[in-house]
Each structure stands twice: as structure tokens, then as C-alpha cells.
């Protein structure tokens, strides 16, 4: 056993030339070997700069950046961008041959010295991803799920130590998001890839990471496991960020009964629930939004809109009077 750190940034600070603020300050970071670390933040707050970065697509202003031990050299320094122990996958799937099979994309990038090896690598590769039945099929004909998928098994076949996704699944349907999003966990655990991925989506950072560090400007505020930080969020940004919560003003808070010194209350839509059989229902239901299993209900009171879920779809109509229950309220 060793010490060293697997994947570690140092004071990392990046600012493109002609820009007046840095996409990345002075941060600090340890990635955890064999996990999934998801970076979260809003737009134009470092993330893909941050990956760019770990990978050797860019160098640091200042601070350093050592994978096992070993510096990590930008673009100045080495002649082919990139560390050679890890692959990046993004939305965009140009690097695919869409004249060519997919079991040809996927190949092509093993070396011809072991045809044996190279098939058994490729044909493992396309079982990983679930593309097995592809392999015959033209690249110009597949959608755009097995098109990442396809990009993805191109980014393992050479067996890399980490991967690095930069929004991969934003051209995905929701569908075949989840079953690519379980895959990639499967291959996590069964061949202890290292994965860091660059997410907008909330649903898919709480689901898929072991890790999760939220940017904000360019420095990492908070970070940790997805439950601990939805549930006890440090900062309002984070909060907001993983899910569409009700933030309220000290004295709107009031309205709902919560007197506050805090600048801000939160109350998450699982947090308070309506219920019809109280006395005081000074509460109006504004809007049902049906999503299945359960509804979004929009109630306001005093000019204040509160988004709450409601796991009884059908029990409450627009114009109904309820009263709301409060579970749990965070403070700011
Ligand atoms: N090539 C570039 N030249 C100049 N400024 C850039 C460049 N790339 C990014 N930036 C700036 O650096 C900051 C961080 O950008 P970055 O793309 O890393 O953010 P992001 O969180 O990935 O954003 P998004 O979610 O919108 O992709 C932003 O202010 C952005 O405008």
C-alpha cells in the first residue's frame, strides 16, 4: 500500500487569455480511485474548465496537477494532449467513423499485433455497453443514445484508468439516459474505472455519483456523498442546485408560520404536504402538474407560491382549499 494520492489538484487556478475572471481559482482536489465523482454547478461556473484541467487539456496558471504520484503536462508541455491513463467523452459523438460498423469504430483502436485479443477485447468492450447486437450496423444509423454508447466503449476499449464525461447524456432521452447511467455504474464496480463526470442534471449527480462537488465561480464550495449534501446542504447554491426548492424571504417564511433570523428558508417539495382535513385550509391550489407516480401542486397564499409534492394523484383540483403541513424547513 502507498500513500500517494490517486488523482490530486493543487491549488489550480485558470484564467483564458483575454478574461478578467479565472474559470478555476485556487482549488484544491482528491479524487477517490474506482468511484464516480460528479462536479455539479451552475453555467460558466469551471466545470468543464476543472475537467480539462485534470485531464491535460489545459495547464494551470498556477498549482500542479499529479496523477499517481506523477505531474500531469498541459498542452505546452507534451507534444498529444491528454494523459495517456485517461479517455473523455463528450456530447458530441464527431469522433465516430458514421461510414464505418460500429464494431469497426470500436476496434480500429485496438493495435492488429493479437487479432485474437483485439477481438475478445472488442467483442467485452460492446457486452459492457450493452451494443453487442450493434456491432454490424452502420454508425450513420444508429440514435443518438447508442451513439454514446458506442463513443463510450471507444473511450474503454484501450482499458483506461479513468474516464472523464463532460455532459455525455444531454442529447440522451431520458429512457436510455437511466440505462446508460446504470451501465457506466456497472462497469465501475466490475472493472474499477475511475469515473469524473460534468453534470447539469441533478437527477443524474444524486443517482450516479459516490462523490459530488459543486462549483461556484470557479472554486469548489462544498462536496461529499449526493445524500448528505441534498439533505444538509451548506449553501442556498447547492440547495438550489440539486433540486427545485421553495426559497423564501425571512418574512414571507412568516406566512408560512416560521419566524426566522436567517435570510432565507428553504422548504424542499417533499417537505410539506397539504392535507384537506384540517379546519384552516387558507391555502389555494393554483396548478396540478400530473408526473405519474406522483403531482407537482403549486398552492399560494399572501402572494407567496409554495411547490409541494403530492404522492395522492387526483385528490386535490385547481381552486381547492387545503391546509399545508411543514415537516422540515432549512435556513440560510
Ligand atoms: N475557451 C475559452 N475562452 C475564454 N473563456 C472561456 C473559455 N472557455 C470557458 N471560458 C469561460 O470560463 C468560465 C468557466 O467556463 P466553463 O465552460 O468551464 O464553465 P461550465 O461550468 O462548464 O459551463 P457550462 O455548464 O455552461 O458548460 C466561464 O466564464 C466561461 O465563459
Redesign the pocket.
Known amino acids: 500500500m502507498t500513500d500517494t494520492p490517486f488523482l490530486q489538484a493543487t491549488a489550480i487556478s485558470k484564467t483564458?487569455p483575454g478574461?478578467r475572471?479565472a474559470?478555476v481559482k485556487r482549488t484544491d482536489l482528491a479524487i477517490q480511485p474506482q468511484k464516480i465523482t460528479a462536479i455539479i454547478?451552475e453555467?460558466?461556473?469551471?466545470?468543464?474548465?476543472l475537467l480539462r484541467l485534470l485531464y491535460g487539456l489545459l495547464s494551470p496558471d498556477e498549482g500542479s496537477i499529479h496523477f499517481k504520484g506523477e505531474r500531469i503536462w498541459g498542452p505546452e508541455e507534451k507534444l498529444i494532449p491528454g494523459h495517456d491513463a485517461m479517455k473523455m467523452v463528450t456530447q458530441d459523438t464527431d469522433g465516430l467513423n458514421v461510414y464505418a460498423k460500429v464494431w469497426d469504430n470500436i476496434a480500429v483502436l485496438m493495435p492488429n499485433t493479437d487479432v485474437g485479443a483485439k477481438e475478445e477485447r472488442a467483442t467485452q468492450v460492446l457486452k459492457q455497453l450493452n451494443i453487442l447486437h450493434l456491432a454490424d450496423k452502420q454508425a450513420f444509423f444508429l440514435s443518438g443514445g447508442e451513439k454514446q454508447r458506442v463513443a463510450i466503449a471507444r473511450a474503454l476499449i484501450t482499458r483506461p484508468e479513468v474516464l472523464l464525461l463532460d455532459e455525455p447524456f444531454n442529447q440522451v432521452d431520458t429512457s436510455f439516459r437511466e440505462g446508460l447511467q446504470q451501465d457506466i455504474r456497472q462497469v465501475v464496480h466490475d472493472t474499477g474505472l475511475t469515473v469524473i463526470m460534468?453534470s447539469?442534471d441533478p437527477a443524474e449527480v444524486l443517482s450516479m455519483a459516490d462523490e459530488l462537488i459543486v462549483?461556484k465561480e470557479g472554486q469548489i464550495i462544498e462536496m461529499g456523498h449526493p445524500k448528505k449534501l441534498y439533505q444538509n446542504p451548506q449553501n442556498l447554491y447547492t440547495a438550489k442546485l440539486l433540486t427545485n426548492c421553495n426559497v423564501l424571504a425571512a418574512d414571507e417564511a412568516k406566512h408560512c408560520g416560521i419566524n426566522t433570523r436567517a435570510a432565507h428558508v428553504v422548504i424542499y417539495p417533499e417537505w410539506a404536504a397539504p392535507t384537506g382535513s384540517w379546519t384552516r385550509k387558507n391555502w389555494t391550489v393554483k396548478q396540478v402538474l400530473f408526473k405519474g407516480s406522483y403531482e407537482d401542486l403549486l398552492v399560494a397564499k399572501d402572494g407567496i407560491t409554495l411547490r409541494l409534492l403530492n404522492d395522492e394523484p387526483g385528490k386535490y383540483n385547481v381552486g381547492d382549499k387545503v391546509h399545508i403541513k411543514i415537516n422540515r424547513f432549512m435556513e440560510f
Open positions: 483564458y478574461e475572471v474559470g454547478g453555467s460558466g461556473s469551471g466545470k468543464s474548465t460534468v447539469h462549483l
